[in-house]
């Protein structure tokens, strides 16, 4: 690993301002309630008898509508409120299951499993407030013969043993829910008895895993657990399940035998970070032996700042992009910064664990050979 030495200090633009009474929900009325106090489903468009089994099964009111909800002109908290505190029921008319395809080539082809669009918990980062700006409300696909269907034929597919993966993280947390729509426990049973070759890859920052523990899964379903400091939890993870909690989720279900992956991402600089990423990695090891681990800057969208800003208007995320550098549409710390925050956090990994897989998620070659991280093989996240 090479030494970075000209990283002395960080740039103060770039230095993310961690506040001390941060607008943290974590002991507020909205951190503790729950992520979705209503299900709402359109009539004509998904099955009344599955949608109403849903709303008895998860005890919650539901409010039939007449037509898809738009955008809302709330702002801030009620925003979010409106948005990611009901859960919309309904059918999906595209397919299921479709292919990756990063705009300028810095990701492998994944194949991806979309249950749900959008999320119900309230990360000030998150890309789906501009993914989905147009329909912004969290809506889960309960048509799930369709779904088992297109499983079958991607199982019978003629595709490289790597990609025979379906990645459920991509446009939502797959498990953030799980306690009201049952949908992972069911996908995970059906992959298990009913197809050879696919597995499953739920990324998640949830740890409502419980009905997942005692299933019979036939080693086909990995579970990933996106993971940060405690500062950037309290700070801009909100109603997500503590790091900490995160971690005996993810050793609880590598004693049930799923495979457990981690995600540190998005890494992000604040005055601290060098000492907390290492003490987060010292914790990780302290609960679970990850298979993998696959680190990642945060990367905004240049389109993203006026989504966070109508949710989060006072957000410390938006002072910092100004001192990102552009590269196509996001925008990156400069190279100096990012290789620091990799070298360090890699070195503390190789501490622990000198075997572990080590990956970058969509950095350029030339930053994977300045770490000798070999990419040959890429042992990323999203890969089989
Ligand atoms: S968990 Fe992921 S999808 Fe959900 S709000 Fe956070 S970043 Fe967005």
Known sequence: MPEITSYRTINPKINMEIKEHAVSYENSEDQQSPLVSELWAIRGKCDELTVNKMAENANLPLKWLGKFPGINGDKGINKLKAERNVLLLRNRTSPFIEQFQHPIGRCAKFYKLTAYNSCNFWCEYCYLYLTFRNMPVSTHFVNYEKLFRELIKFDNQNIPERLRILNLGELCDP???ESVTGFAKELITFVAKETK??????????????????LDHGGKSIISFSINTDKIYQQLEHRTASPESRLIAARELQNAGYEVRLRIDPVILYSTWSKDYTALIEKIFAYVRPSRITIGEYRPSKGLASHISSRFPNSSLLKINAALIKEGAKLKYPEKYRLAMFHTIINAIRTRDKRVKIALCKEESKIWKTLNIP???????CLR
């Open 175 to 177: 498990l953030a829910l």
């Open 197 to 214: 070759e696919t597995k499953l890859l739920f990324l998640t920052k949830s740890d409502d895993i419980g009905s997942l523990l005692n």
């Open 375 to 381: 990419m040959n093989g890429l042992y990323c996240n």
